[in-house]
């Protein structure tokens, strides 16, 4: 019982804080009490986007961001995907647009 008591005491004194990683509360509500979905965007720049794989096809293309699986539509963060091609997506924020490439583009001057 003593344990318990100290331990206790222990966790109270402890400065909690909620490490959000650009990810949503998991104690925040999804749905209003009105049952409406409640639309949650967190914030997140785009250094921190990473496109990690492409699944592709011409009807439903999807992209692997993050370890999240989106679509073309989806917004990551302050993001919307806008389009998704064999080789890049198409993000747009606000009138700004940008390209995640999933191959980084080496070019090296060999002396040719």
Do not use: W
């Not at 409406?36 to 992209?63: Q, T």
């Amino acid at each position: 019982m003593k344990i318990l008591f100290y331990l206790l005491i222990f966790l109270f004194f402890q400065n909690f804080t909620y490490a959000d990683n650009s990810e949503r509360d998991p104690f925040l509500p999804l749905v209003s009490p009105e049952g409406k979905l409640i639309n949650i965007s967190y914030k997140i720049s785009f250094s921190e986007i990473k496109l990690e794989a492409i699944i592709y096809s011409k009807d439903k293309p999807l992209a692997i961001i993050n370890g999240n699986l989106y679509k073309e539509g989806e917004k990551i963060g302050e993001y919307k995907i806008v389009k998704i091609n064999e080789d890049k997506v198409v993000l747009k924020k606000g009138k700004e647009e940008f390209n995640l490439m999933l191959y980084e583009e080496k070019f090296q001057n060999q002396g040719r």
